[in-house]
């Protein structure tokens, strides 16, 4: 059971990333799905998260209007298509799996976004 991201890259300010996250071993569809990021010397937060029978989204208000949460049931893939990047959004980013926005249990390893000015 393990989440894996991939996607993380060095870009410019005002590119475009797509972040995705594979899981394994379990439906990751059955699960409230988030992502995260940390930057250096700052607290972990809470980027995204997708889940519920509607399949509701929720986004921190620094990424409203630029990053797009998604999944693929068939494929147990999470995504997070990231644009209009800014300095501000370098981090490592973590997708998870929980039981709701705030409760995850499982973590993926983080992909490292840096975003250049």
């Known amino acids: 059971v393990r989440l894996v991201e991939s996607g993380g890259d060095l870009v410019q300010a005002g590119g475009s990333l797509r972040l995705s996250c594979a899981a394994s071993g379990f439906a990751f569809d059955d699960y409230v799905q988030g992502w995260f990021r940390q930057a250096p010397g700052k607290e972990r937060e809470g980027v995204s998260c997708i889940g519920g029978a509607d399949r509701g989204t929720y986004y921190a208000d620094s990424v409203k209007g630029r990053f797009t949460i998604s999944s693929d049931k068939a494929k147990n893939m999470l995504y997070l298509e990231m644009n209009s990047l800014k300095p501000e959004d370098t981090a490592v980013y973590y997708c998870?799996?929980?039981?709701?926005?705030?409760?995850?249990?499982?973590w993926g390893q983080g992909t490292q976004v840096t975003v250049s000015s």
């Open positions: 998870a799996a929980g039981t709701n926005c705030n409760d995850y249990d499982l």
